[in-house]
T-cell receptor
Framework: GAGVSQTPSNKVTEKGKYVELRCDPI?????LYWYRQSLGQGPEFLIY????????DSGLPNDRFFAVRPEGSVSTLKIQRTERGDSAVYLC???????????FGPGTRLTVL | QKEVEQDPGPLSVPEGAIVSLNCTYS??????FMWYRQYSRKGPELLMY????GNKEDGRFTAQVDKSSKYISLFIRDSQPSDSATYLC???????????FGKGTLLTVNP
């Protein structure tokens, strides 16, 4: 079946702009996660959804970052007033339930000029 | 000091070699230990999953966990060029959803 998909695959924006990154999880997966992977680093946890609610957003770096999952399926990560330090690959993962294997998408490569 | 330390390499070996990849960690609360493989421009994919100390084998791959030393290893036997990728260790506490990753080790297997 189809895996986790993320759009766009690449996003180039200017400092100060607003961006939205989309994640389509595997059908039927109730848990969804966002991670950020900076160059030469491992992924770092941002936020976890169980169903429609954000069960743990402790990894969001500041209030410029926000994520939603209004219908318990697709999720959008929103970044306001982007900064050059936000440049990274944003990975989405989903799992059948909490604690189950997380399946990762290919990521969105965000570049802030 | 980061919670999980992993030598980023790069590591280059000839085809057929045995590869040893390692991570150390500082937080004794970690209970679940994983190894992911990440090809260039792709997301990580789970290779091995172990709970607590001990060994686990799956084909050419063996994962070892030594909780007393806070040290985990992945061994790859008869390495193949298709094994060329970045290998990431990851671990979680009892909550088992927030993965904490190492930096990853870039491995190249030369034919």
């Amino acid at each position: 079946g189809a895996g986790v998909s993320q759009t766009p695959s690449n996003k180039v924006t200017e400092k100060g702009k607003y961006v939205e990154l989309r994640c389509d999880p595997i059908s039927g997966h109730t848990a969804l996660y966002w991670y950020r992977q900076s160059l030469g680093q491992g992924p770092e946890f941002l936020i976890y959804f169980q169903g429609t609610g954000a069960a743990d957003d402790s990894g969001l770096p500041n209030d410029r970052f926000f994520a939603v999952r209004p219908e318990g399926s697709v999720s959008t990560l929103k970044i306001q007033r982007t900064e050059r330090g936000d440049s990274a690959v944003y990975l989405c993962a989903s799992s059948t339930g909490t604690g189950d294997e997380q399946f990762f998408g290919p990521g969105t490569r965000l570049t802030v000029l | 000091q980061k919670e999980v330390e992993q030598d980023p390499g790069p590591l280059s070996v000839p085809e057929g070699a045995i590869v040893s990849l390692n991570c150390t960690y500082s937080n004794s609360a970690f209970q679940y230990f994983m190894w992911y493989r990440q090809y260039s421009r792709k997301g990580p994919e789970l290779l091995m999953y172990t709970y607590s100390s001990g060994n686990k084998e799956d084909g050419r791959f063996t994962a070892q966990v030594d909780k007393s030393s806070k040290y985990i290893s992945l061994f790859i036997r008869d390495s193949q060029p298709s094994d060329s990728a970045t290998y990431l260790c990851a671990m979680t506490r009892g909550s088992n959803y927030k993965l904490t990753f190492g930096k990853g080790t870039l491995l190249t297997v030369n034919p």
